[in-house]
């Protein structure tokens, strides 16, 4: 059942195999006369690169509503009952499933720190696994968030299925609970595929409407798979008559092109109906049991009649397909590109300079230098812009998020207090057990009768909290948009800068006319800049859905998160600790549903309060966070520049310091670093031959070097 086959491997193998040897070439020369372009900085980036691919993860995110199946799809994708599946199937936090031995135990991993826990998957089950209570109460509209700080959990598995870098990511339901739903959505992107599941009884809720149409409708995505689960739960002609078309109806937009066509291919491929319970029986032997009357009976079931094939073979083809390699691999494929236009324009000004006297080489060395200068400044501001732009996000977010608290919040909740006490069941017992413990003063019991009441405020509260977070983005979009431009123009600036030092110190003029396309390489350093910027290796190496990612897409994402974040914390750190509302009840007459009222509405009011006074406190922390988070990452963009200028630094000075060569050892010089140039360029070659089919012609390599996108 292995899901990448022997060709795709094969592929992979060699890509990986030609990023390390590229790395080596561009890397600084260990001794004289070794290979080596004297550029550690871009060799970094492809080591890491190269490791990733031949890694060969690929994700696989199971995702839907709660209660819509997913982990008896992932027991019958497997081909067994795991008990990591079993564990997951109603569990809170996102569980990820890859091929390994330690297959007893579960890690836990927190996304407040770097720690992380070990547990058994007995221990791992009784602590994470929702009871009947949580999941009525989820279905009643509930939100459970209980696991917020939780970022997810890793298990392993000896099954086939995993061998080959296949990992399974079971997530919680879209509707389960607001932070756990945030962080589904931060794997989506770095998915190879997705899994999204469908119940053939119950299609399409409000929550499936709007996450389809805000993430897959109208975007082109193929690696998105649809399972319409449950089939065998419908009658007979029911599938035909009413949910084909029903699915096709609901999922219109997604596979709709820009030109208003319907791609009926692409659906037969990504769109597949399902009785995953019934393939999980067929492949365990377990007895298949349908409901007669009121009666369970046994009856056979073969895999062929369940859809999980189709479906295999769908997944199986996506995984191993051409588009979905490219798309990986492109980005990497441009940045070595790039690396190899800036190395040979610097070897042929290297041999210029050899030929040049001492004095000469020292003159120019001296206006290079005040522009090597100019492009480290450029690297200060970087970090600047970053900083101011930080400090103006911050402050407006955080005064998005006081506004909020303090109008939006206890405005909507008068409007539902009624209904939220309607909830909670207070009844004449509770009335006469409060009665009591008012009476005696023990305020033990009077916590346990608010208990329920507390509950469903700090509910409401995470809800609303979570509309607050969606709204962030389109508070703080223009600022992100002007950092951005600011940002493209101090980058630019820099790159001005260096170009005009190598031209400096090879010719001792700005322009070097006849030299190259000056602009072409300074395009050539931004966009090594905007690749080497991102850290987040993995995430580039694995993003099909879009193909690449920008460097600076995680502004919005993070600005959105770190207030809702911050606001949690205070939630679940002792914000609401039970009030001691010592109300008194005088008569028998006095309606239970009127105190509940008065007690939710009480409750809300100084939990409210206490929310908003607790924020007040913490301002200084909650800016805080988001500007050093964008200091972080303006720290490594302007490291990736500063990189690209210390590595031309190093290459000036040696160029200067080197003692006249006889005409033997500038030619035996010359010949290496050609030799290294054309090994580059086979990597270049090999890599493009494996995506493409082909070895690029001299248009192609340009078209590739200028990140021109193949159509």
Known sequence: MAFINQETKNKLEAIAKNMRNYAVLVDEPTKKGDVGMGMPTEAKIFRENADDVQNGVFKVLVMGKFKNGKSTFINALVGKVMMAARATACTAVIATVEYGNDTDNVKVVYSDSSDSKKMTLRQFTDEFALSEEDQQYIEDGGRLDRFANVSHVEMQSRDEIFADGVRLIDSPGLEEATARTRATNEFVPKANAIIFTLSATSLFSSAEKEYIAANFAGKSMRNVFFVVNRIDNLTEGQLEASVMPSVRMGLADVFTDQNGRFDDVLYSKRVFFTNAYGALCARTGEQYKIILGKKEVPVDIDIEDTGMLEFENSLREFLNSPDRINATFNSTLQNMANTYQLASRSVEAAKIVRSQSKEERQINAAKAQKRLDEAMQDVEHIKSVVRTSATTIANKTYLDLLSFVQNDIPREFAAIASGEAKRVKF?????????????????????????????????????????????????????IQDMEAELDTKISDFASNLVAAENMFTYGTEKGAGHGNDEGLKTGIQNIIAFVGNRDYSFMIENTAKGGTDWMTFAKRFAAQAGIDIALAVLTGGLFIPLKLFLEVVSTGYRANRMANDIIINLGNEAFAGLLANIKEREVEFKEQIISEFDNRGIEIAAAASGLANDYQKSMDKLLNENKMSDAEMKAENERADSTLAQMRDCIDAIHKELYGHTPTEEEFLKLARNEKKK
Request: aromatic share 10%.
């Open 427 to 479: 009844g004449m017992g509770q009335m006469l057990k409060l009665a009591t413990a008012n009476l005696f003063r023990k305020s033990e019991k009077i916590e346990e009768v608010y208990q329920p009441f507390l509950e469903s405020v700090q509910n409401y509260t995470k809800s609303q909290l979570q509309n607050w977070n969606d709204r962030v983005p389109t508070v703080i979009d223009q600022d």
